[in-house]
């Protein structure tokens, strides 16, 4: 039995509600991190201090996370619902890498997750281009994937 594709508009709508709940777990991780904050404020001990600066700290990193994920996720939306409204749902649907890209300001990007003997278990590009670039870095066992994986630095690269 084949599995019906959701059509844009029911896939937007679960888009949008995914970047509420992602605006929902900042503003939580926000407050929390707040009354940390607020805590410290009230000079505690030395070595409670360390704890709850450490608990601000992250609570802060998670919120600002969060907020990446809903930017990346509505701005994936807005793209759905405009190839929907400009040609009506045909041609090429607009994946999430190209959201990913557009949101770095390079027409193409590719996401690799490697395993522990560098083989890649998942890999996702943004169009026929990053796709064609992985797989020759793949082909030739070089480039920012393979430094990346050898490293375990995050490379970012451009151009020709």
């Known amino acids: 039995m084949a599995t019906a594709v959701p059509d844009a508009r029911s896939e937007v709508r679960a888009l949008q509600q ?13 407050s929390i991190a707040g009354r940390y904050e607020a805590e410290l404020a009230r000079r505690p001990p030395e070595w409670l201090q360390q704890v709850w600066a450490r608990l601000a700290s992250l609570h802060r990193q998670i919120e600002e996370r969060h907020l990446s994920a ?13 190839w929907h409204d400009r040609i009506g749902g045909g041609g090429e649907r607009p994946g999430f890498m190209a959201a990913v890209a557009s949101s770095l300001g390079t027409p193409s990007a590719t996401a690799a ?48």
């Open 18 to 30: 995914r970047v509420a709940a992602e605006r929902l777990r900042a503003a939580r991780d926000a």
């Open 70 to 82: 809903a930017r990346l996720i509505e701005l994936h939306a807005v793209r759905m619902e405009n």
């Open 113 to 160: 997750l490697r395993g522990l003997r560098y083989a890649s278990v998942l890999v996702a590009a943004s169009d026929a281009t990053a796709r064609s670039a992985y797989e020759l870095e793949t082909v030739l066992a070089e480039g920012p994937a393979s430094d990346a994986a050898a490293t375990g630095a995050c490379i970012a690269a451009g151009g020709a």
